[in-house]
């Protein structure tokens, strides 16, 4: 039997990234995660990795191997995209002031430690500007690495949301293609179309939906089904936020059923914070269907101590495991090929 690739995850979450590693094959050695939550859900579903509860700053090489001797094939992960996002730029080319930026040096720092066989990162559009991404790319290049760094719309490759992602492959001294597109694209409808209403389902996650005013419950029945908008309200329902600011366009919206859902965010189970609403009941969508848009199954556990927001929060910020093991599908077969010519 032909031994498993071995990775290690820095900025894990709640393991979306994992996930899709082992479905590809992948031994996750070990994965370092500082957030209580993301932890503890981390480790729920995945008991068997070695976590690193700790800032990644104070991570050395001796936790992340635990006395394993050998070569670690994949050092992958998503470091905070907070400061580099669109909102938060506010379309400028600079990235919002955000301490969290510069941890990109510290997935250098590991790299550097365990100089794995390949490298894999995830990150949101606008990142690609910033100088300290351009110093890591830099850095593999240094280090012998042949370095692929393309934008992917992830619904171009089996997940049913548009979520554009900047992707950097780097094999140590060989290339990691991106993987092919899907022939066919995933919808709402396919992703959780299938669900029962939240009222007759028992899964907490669908059950439990956003509780709304009687005001706003009107404005919601008034937004059509399948793809409406908020430009269908009457003039007595509009908002005056609304009226004022031309941004924001998708706040109150239906998400369409046969196209891929918008992205899904951490403010996903409230319909004023984007496209969110369901296509056909009158309410946002759960967090069992946004973990679904994620490509999470339906068993997977969330730890919800902390409330319906802090889920959805990451879940959102969570890489979707059916994207990430179709990038790793590629990276093993990269590093089978490097290994026997």
């Not at 907070?82 to 990109?104: C, E, M």
């Not at 029962?196 to 005013?213: A, D, G, K, V």
Request: with cysteine; aromatic share 8%; hydrophobic share 35%.
């Amino acid at each position: 039997m032909r031994k498993k690739p071995r990775a290690i995850e820095l900025f894990a979450g709640c393991g979306g990234l994992t996930t899709g590693l082992k479905c590809a094959g992948f031994k996750v050695v070990s994965a370092v995660e500082i957030d209580d939550l993301a932890a503890s859900t981390y480790k729920a579903n995945h008991p068997e990795v070695q976590l690193v509860k700790s800032d990644i700053r104070t991570v050395g090489a001796a936790e992340l191997l635990r006395g394993k001797t050998g070569t670690v094939d994949l050092v992958a992960g998503c470091p905070p995209c907070q400061g580099f996002s669109r909102v938060r730029r506010k379309n400028r080319n600079q990235a919002a002031p955000d301490p969290r930026n510069d941890l990109i040096a510290e997935f250098t720092r590991i790299v550097e430690l365990l100089e794995p066989r390949a490298v894999f990162m995830e990150n949101v559009p606008g990142i690609e500007k910033d100088r300290r991404f351009k110093l890591f790319l830099d850095r593999l290049q240094a280090l012998g690495y042949q370095v692929n760094s393309q934008p992917l719309d992830l619904a171009e490759y089996g997940v049913p949301q548009w979520r554009t992602r900047v992707v950097v492959l780097a094999g140590k001294g060989f290339h990691i293609p991106m993987p092919s597109l899907c022939r066919k694209q995933r919808t709402v409808r396919g992703a959780i179309g299938s669900l029962p209403s939240p009222s007759r389902c028992r899964n907490r996650l669908h059950r439990q939906i956003t509780l709304y005013s009687r005001e706003t419950l009107e404005r919601i029945r008034a937004v059509p089904k399948n793809g409406g908008s908020r430009h269908s309200w009457s003039e007595e329902m509009r908002l005056t936020c609304h009226t004022e600011c031309d941004g924001f366009k998708d706040v109150y919206g239906r998400m369409w059923w046969d196209e891929p859902a918008p992205t899904i965010t951490g403010g996903c189970i409230n319909a004023s914070k984007g496209r969110f609403l369901h296509p056909a009941q009158n309410r946002a969508i759960t967090l069992l269907e946004a973990a679904l848009l994620q490509t999470f199954g339906r068993r997977y556990y969330f730890d919800q101590h902390r409330g319906r927001y802090a889920v959805a929060e990451m879940i959102g910020n969570a890489l979707p495991p059916r994207f990430a093991e179709r990038v790793a599908r590629c990276i093993a077969r990269a590093l089978e090929k490097n290994e026997h010519g």
